[in-house]
DNA sequence: CAAGTATTTGGCTTTTTGGCAAAATAGTAA
DNA sequence: TTACTATTTTGCCAAAAAGCCAAATACTTG
C-alpha cells in the first residue's frame, strides 16, 4: 500500500510542496503578471539572489516555471499557470 | 517587501505544505470518498499510527480537514473539498 | 583576452520535517 | 474501579529544507 501512495501521489505533493513557501508564492504570482530576471525577482524579496535562484529552480524542477535567455539575463516565466486557479481555492477558505 | 511575502503569501503557502506530502495527498483523496477513522487511514497506509495522527493535525491546523468523534474513534472528514481540483491542475500538467 | 554583470553551484550552519516508539489522554465497557 | 481500544503527545534521531557567503559559470563588451 506504501508503493501506491508514492507511486501515484509523489509527483503530485512535489508541486505542492513546490507552492509551499510564501518567497515561491510571492514569485509565482510576480511571473503570472510578466516575465522576470532573477535580479528583479531579487530586488523585490529582498533575500540573497543565490537564495531566490534556488527558490526558482525548485519550481523549474516541478514544471511550475520556465526560463528563456536574454543576453546575460534570464527571464523566468509562468508555465503551468493553472496553478493560480489553485490559490483562488486557499483564498476562498480563507475568506470564511 | 519580505513583510509584504510572509503576510499575504504565509497562510496560502501553509495550504500547499500540508498538501507537499504523498501519504498527506493520499489521505485527502480517501477522505473525499468518505469519512474514515484514524486506524482505518492507518491500516491502508502502513505507517506507525502515530505518524498518521501527525499527518492528520497538519492537515487540520490548515484546514484542510476536521473531525468528529464516534464513541472512541475520530473520524476525519474532508472539509476544504476545493482541494480536489487543485490536484486536478497538476495531473493536467503531467499528462503533457 | 580581460573586466564587468547576471546567475548558478557548493559548502556550511541552522531550522524544520518525518518517522518510530513509548508515555499520556480519551472513551468504552466489564 | 480496572481493563481495553483509539488517538494524541512527547522524545529522540535522521534526513531534508532554507539561507547566506564564496566560488564557479555564462554572457557581454571593451
Known amino acids: 500500500m506504501r508503493k501506491e501512495i508514492l507511486d501515484n501521489y509523489e509527483k503530485d505533493a512535489e508541486v505542492f510542496k513546490a507552492l509551499g513557501h510564501p518567497t515561491r508564492l510571492f514569485i509565482v504570482h510576480q ?12 530586488a523585490m524579496v529582498g533575500d540573497d539572489i543565490s537564495t531566490i535562484s534556488k527558490h526558482l529552480s525548485v519550481l523549474k524542477n516541478v514544471g ?29 477558505k480563507r475568506v470564511r
Open 64 to 92: 511550475i516555471v520556465d526560463y528563456l535567455k536574454k543576453g546575460n539575463q534570464i527571464f523566468y516565466r509562468l508555465k503551468l499557470r493553472c496553478v493560480l486557479d489553485m490559490t483562488v481555492c486557499v483564498d476562498d
Open 31 to 42: 511571473l503570472a503578471k510578466e516575465d522576470k530576471c532573477v535580479c528583479e525577482l531579487t
